[in-house]
């Protein structure tokens, strides 16, 4: 098969001989950067991106198609990756839209004060997850309890959270911004870890919501990714409680993972396609 056979589906985009990708918007028959990338995601291709480069006979062909993808954002500016919790949130099915607003409604009364008092929560909410993550970057980076703060916002996750860490070693990637809380050995095995927040248990993996799919979705990035090097097939999510109640912990194995990455890819395919008409 040439290159100009590779990931082509009719009337969405081209891999051209000379390795380049070629797409044009069709009013103003200019080369669009931002549509040709919102057509490769949305094309049927993306259904079987495996999530390992190691074991796929068709791994030099995905990773092309991973480097045109890059392509399609380098080549000019004004495209922009959107984040893992910017796919997640806008492909929510309407069921999970309404239990969020449902949860926020009887927040706000629980609150009291209105809206104004509603924003304030989650504001404190943030910078006390913010804060968890930084301690726990420091931690992990020097081992040094002074470096934390803690304070009524913050020291019940630490609580919650400190058993685990004398099981993480070796840290490969640590709160890289915008890419993913921790990649780390746990207990022995390279993971992916997520650090999360609640005041509320999380016994079981149908109480993470889409978790699973964020870290799943880092994985992916990163086994991609050639300059790290790294090859993680299992992640590990970790939720502090407020209350110092020893975390939870859920560790989702090499065949959990390949499930929630055809997870993800359906809601990556999703986004995309709702983007290309959106461009068009």
């Known amino acids: 098969m040439d290159s100009s056979q590779h990931f082509t589906k009719s009337n969405q985009y081209h891999l051209s001989d000379d390795n380049k990708s070629v797409n044009y918007n069709k009013n103003e028959h200019v080369y669009d950067p931002e549509l040709n990338l919102a057509q490769m995601l949305s094309n049927d291709t993306i259904d079987t991106f495996p999530l390992f480069t190691s074991d796929n006979s068709n791994a030099n062909l995905f990773g092309d198609y991973f480097a045109k993808l890059r392509e399609c954002v380098d080549e000019n500016r004004r495209v922009r990756w959107p984040s893992v919790s910017t796919i997640l949130s806008a492909t929510k099915s309407d069921k999970s839209r309404a239990a969020l607003n449902n949860w926020k409604l009887r927040k706000t009364r629980e609150l009291g004060g209105g809206a104004s008092s509603f924003t304030k929560y989650q504001a404190s909410l943030l910078d006390s997850g913010r804060q968890h993550h930084l301690n726990i970057k420091n931690f992990l980076k020097s081992r040094d309890l002074s470096r934390l703060v803690l304070n009524e916002n913050t020291a019940g996750f630490w609580r919650s959270l400190s058993p685990l860490l004398s099981d993480i070693s070796a840290v490969q990637m640590a709160e890289t911004a915008g890419i993913v809380d921790c990649v780390a050995y746990y207990c022995g095995k390279l993971v992916v870890i997520e650090w999360k927040t609640t005041s509320k248990p999380k016994p079981s993996l149908a109480d993470t919501y889409n978790d699973p799919l964020q870290a799943v979705a ?63």
């Open 218 to 280: 880092y994985m992916g990035a990163i086994n991609w990714e050639h300059k790290h090097r790294l090859s993680i097939d299992e992640a590990v999510l970790v939720y502090a409680y407020k209350d110092g109640t020893d975390c939870q912990v859920h560790r989702l194995t090499r065949e959990l993972c390949v499930e929630y990455w055809s997870q993800w890819l359906a809601r990556v395919k999703c986004y995309w396609s709702s983007q290309t008409n959106m461009i068009k």
